[in-house]
């Protein structure tokens, strides 16, 4: 994966400011940063759906820029804010999925169940999207979005809102995934996770990359990864004042 000096820019402001790097099979990166950082921005570009203003991005040989389909077909993607098809079972959604990525009946239904399984959604299964609680609509997104067994996988925030047991299980898929030789890019504010999770980190702010580098790396600088994203969003003197005004 190679992205080479993107840079968009929304009403004239730059969302992005040339961001390069590069991601291989095997790697886990996590993608940091502030709120309005450009994580969004950025993986919506990676996928394709969004054009940059300039630069370039190949995933896994497929070119976001030219051709985002290609690039649709080896990916599988969960939004930030997840939207389903809240009139439909979880059954349907499954099998329109499945027939959309042209997966075989027998595949389909063996990952299907395994999959299901692991995020307890079993009791579910016959009932409609729109009645689900927000972390299982998370859940069903998930399912949809790994059944083809994509190459790469772009979470954007994907642990917010699962619960433990959840959480535990997209770590080990994340986990796998590298370890199959995938590659997985998502985004964070929790630092920890990123820290056990990721090979690489991509540290955004304001649209710029402020630091890349393996997690040692990016560890080893400043007492941690928290310690620096608090003072790159400007906030570790803010919170020491809170702080002292609390106790
Ligand atoms: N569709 C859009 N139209 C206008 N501005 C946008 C749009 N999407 C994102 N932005 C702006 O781009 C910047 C980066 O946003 P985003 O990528 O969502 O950041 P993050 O995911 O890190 O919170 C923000 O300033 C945001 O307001
Ligand atoms: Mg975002």
């Known amino acids: 994966?190679?992205?080479?000096?993107?840079?968009?820019?929304?009403?004239?402001?730059?969302?992005?400011?040339?961001?390069?790097?590069?991601?291989?099979?095997?790697?886990?990166?996590?993608?940091?940063?502030?709120?309005?950082?450009?994580?969004?921005?950025?993986?919506?570009?990676?996928?394709?759906?969004?054009?940059?203003?300039?630069?370039?991005?190949?995933?896994?040989?497929?070119d976001s820029t030219e051709d985002s389909m290609a690039v649709r077909r080896i990916s599988g993607y969960v939004p930030e804010t997840v939207e389903l098809y809240e009139s439909l079972t979880l059954r349907e959604l499954f099998s329109l999925v499945a027939r959309v990525r042209g997966l075989g009946s027998k595949y389909a239904l063996d990952r299907l169940n395994a999959l299901v399984d692991a995020f307890e959604l079993v009791k579910y299964v016959d009932t409609l999207i729109g009645a689900l609680s927000k972390g299982n609509k998370q859940k069903v997104a998930l399912v949809a979005a790994i059944l083809h067994n994509p190459k790469v996988l772009f979470l954007d925030e994907p642990l917010t809102g699962l619960d433990a047991f959840s959480a535990r299980v997209l770590k080990g898929i994340i986990r796998s995934k590298a370890s199959e030789g995938g590659t997985v890019i998502f985004s964070t504010h929790v630092m920890e996770i990123a820290e056990k999770l990721c090979n690489k980190i991509v540290l955004l702010d304001g649209g710029r990359i402020v630091i890349y580098g393996t997690v040692k790396q990016v560890a080893s600088v400043a007492g941690g990864l928290e310690e620096l994203m608090l003072h790159i969003s400007g906030r570790a003197s803010e919170i020491e004042e809170i702080l002292r005004a609390l106790s």
Do not use: Q, Y
Request: hydrophobic share 40%; charged share 20%; proline share 5%.
């Open 1 to 62: 994966m190679i992205v080479d000096s993107v840079t968009k820019k929304f009403s004239g402001k730059k969302a992005l400011d040339s961001v390069s790097f590069t991601a291989g099979p095997g790697e886990v990166v996590g993608l940091l940063g502030p709120n309005g950082s450009g994580k969004s921005t950025l993986m919506r570009i990676m996928l394709g759906f969004l054009k940059p203003d300039s630069g370039h991005v190949m995933v896994a040989g497929a």
